[in-house]
């Protein structure tokens, strides 16, 4: 009979001694994949700042445009009115001059509407591609989260050596893992948040 019970004992520890040691490789693994993802996370996290100041300094760009374009059609509409108001009596060699000065502000200002354009267009590409780098750098983030969650639950695991703890541990884990994977290989897969997380 005790044969019996220390066969058990021993198939006992056996089977304790496999938890935890693959809780302890599913740690290792994971938090490898983890400090990977918060290291591409901070990388994303720089660029998406690069992309909204460049995004920035365009629209600024842009505004700056406006307003010397703005100021050229006021010169521009100013001579027009100086040679309304004079009529006739304005003298052809004036009306050719202030004419000649209309024409350069309307190509003037018809060059400025054809950079804001361009400035926009550069614009809203820079905020895309922020976007997009935002939606990665969630993703990492939830992954982290996860992860994070998956490493303590495997700890306990370790301390209490309850495996359906383990089976718990999994599901973050796998989660993580998934949502990390997405983010690097740029897949649409994500995980909808409670509102109070958003």
């Not at 019970?5 to 983890?34: H, K, N």
């Not at 100021?71 to 060699?93: C, H, N, T, Y």
């Not at 309307?106 to 400025?112: D, F, G």
Request: contains cysteine.
């Amino acid at each position: 009979m005790e044969d019996a019970i220390d066969v058990a004992q021993e198939a006992a520890e056996g089977a304790e001694d496999r938890l935890v040691s693959a809780a302890a490789v599913a740690i290792a693994l994971l938090a490898t994949f983890m400090a990977f993802c918060g290291v591409k996370g901070d990388n994303t996290d720089y660029a998406i700042i690069q992309e909204n100041a460049d995004a920035m300094d365009q629209w600024a760009m842009y505004q700056a445009k406006s307003m010397k374009g703005y100021m050229f059609e006021l010169q521009r509409d100013a001579f027009q009115a100086q040679m309304a108001v004079a009529g006739p009596g304005l003298s052809a060699a004036a009306r050719r001059e202030l004419t000649g000065m209309v024409q350069g502000y309307e190509t003037t200002i018809s060059r400025y509407e054809g950079e804001k354009e361009e400035i926009k267009l550069t614009a809203e590409r820079h905020e895309k591609a922020r976007d997009a780098l935002n939606d990665v750098a969630n993703k990492l983030d939830l992954a982290e989260v996860f992860l994070s969650l998956a490493v303590a639950l495997m700890a306990i695991t370790i301390l209490t050596k309850r495996r359906w703890l383990f089976g718990m541990s999994v599901v973050p884990g796998l989660l993580g893992v998934l949502l990390g994977l997405a983010a690097l290989a740029g897949l649409p897969f994500s995980v909808p948040l409670p509102s109070f997380l958003a």
